[in-house]
């Protein structure tokens, strides 16, 4: 019962949206990635919240707008809890990606490995 909530919550995640393929409403956000530049929007309640940039991945602070009450967004338990399932299943992301990379750099060292002891059988042949 808990993971349909979970599944149910995180489809409704706050997330960064490319401003190209976005059709913006009036209340959203629009703000730029200090890394790369890339121009996003997110929903209004995602201000103040940490989110990946759309494009290169970064984490992005999302700026709050002029005059908005950050205290009206944090007094409902229901979105707190889908950023919550949303910042999870993220770190769970980075999480898989780093050990696919770590998994990446043991081959590539095996294969260093491998070319340098060819290299020195080359040399040792002459
Ligand atoms: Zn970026």
Do not use: W
Not at 72 to 95: H, M, S
């Amino acid at each position: 019962m808990a993971e349909i909530a979970e599944e149910n919550a995180a489809g409704a995640a706050i997330e960064a949206r490319d401003v190209d393929d976005a059709d913006i409403r009036d209340t959203d956000i629009e703000f730029s990635c200090p890394h790369c530049g890339n121009s996003m929007v997110i929903d209004y309640r995602g201000a103040g919240l940490q989110v990946a940039c759309s494009q290169c991945g970064e984490t992005v602070l999302v700026p709050i707008p002029e005059g908005m009450e950050l205290n009206d967004l944090d007094l409902d338990p229901g979105e707190i809890l889908k950023q919550l399932f949303a910042t999870r299943r993220n770190f769970q992301k980075a999480e898989l990606q780093i050990a696919a990379l770590k998994a990446r750099l043991v081959q590539l060292q095996e294969t260093l490995g491998v070319m340098q002891e060819v290299v020195a059988e080359g040399i040792a042949g002459r």
